[in-house]
């Protein structure tokens, strides 16, 4: 893995903590950052090693204020066709490890975005979510605008986006946004509770339950429903699914190994 000048990359018993580390401007997404985060996750999901991914932002202020605003003003009609951050969220989105996003401070527009990427958010009542982009006369470009709603409901998507309002952790949760609320100072300590928790899971169940909920999403129930069964049958041919049925009859933890 390379050394990065704008992240702090730390690998701890199968997680890897993504810390993005620019607390000086609020963890600010640039170009430079999101190049390396690709990296990064690029790196995580080649290896065996990496069983979780956990993405926070260095300091109490901020998760990541969103995209970095000079550069933005410098952006063209032409440049927002590139893939750029939505390009980058959708690879998280289909990362095969389970993505976490640790939330302190403020996760504002493209930080709001890049929580919204990952599979499971974590947040203490002092985080801030919102997406004000329609203040700079834009719209949210990194799957803002789908994600929210697919998550929290149209309604209430529209209400965050069209009035920009900015919201607490312990509303978030309310919403369903936030899937745990941790108390303050704890967030890492929550974070570690839920990933003891997945580590516990058949990993290419893992992978199969994750592509099948994102996959299946959007598309007709019927076909979605044979994408389940057939995920299903690949779990019935690992060895994996031996492990985890006779560990659970003979009352033992299950001992699997990808396979």
């Known amino acids: 893995m390379h050394q990065y ?5 730390q690998i701890e018993q199968g997680a890897m903590w993504l810390t993005i580390n620019r607390p000086e401007f609020r963890n600010a997404l ?9 990296d990064a996750f690029g790196w995580a999901e080649a290896s065996d090693e990496v069983k979780v991914i956990v993405v926070k932002g260095a300091g109490e202020k901020s998760f990541a204020a969103g995209a970095d605003i000079k550069q933005l003003q410098q952006k063209n009609m032409l440049d927002a066709l590139i893939p750029g951050m939505q390009g980058l969220y959708k690879k998280i989105q289909q990362c095969s490890k389970v993505t976490i996003a640790a939330v302190e401070g403020y ?3 493209g930080g709001c975005e890049l929580a919204l990427a990952c599979d499971i958010r974590v947040a203490t009542k002092r985080a801030k979510f919102g997406l004000p982009e329609l203040n700079l006369g834009i ?14 409901g149209k309604g209430r998507a529209l209400d965050m986006i069209l009035t920009g309002k900015i919201i607490d952790g312990e509303e978030a949760e309310r919403i369903g946004l936030v899937s745990y609320l941790a108390p303050d100072d704890e967030l890492d300590k929550q974070v570690e ?12 169940a893992i992978k199969l339950a994750k592509l099948v909920v994102h996959k299946g999403y959007d598309i007709d129930l019927e076909t979605a429903m044979l994408m389940e069964k057939l995920s299903q049958a690949v779990a019935f041919g690992t060895e994996d699914k031996q492990e985890g049925t006779s560990a659970f009859l003979e009352k033992r933890a299950a001992e699997f190994t990808n396979q």
């Open 107 to 109: 996760a504002l527009g």
């Open 5 to 9: 000048e704008n992240l702090l990359v």
């Open 139 to 152: 719209i949210p470009g990194a799957g803002g605008t789908q994600n929210l709603s697919r998550i929290i």
């Open 193 to 204: 509770e839920v990933t003891a928790q997945i580590y516990k899971k058949g990993p290419v």
């Open 30 to 38: 640039n170009h430079e950052t999101l190049q390396e985060m690709e």
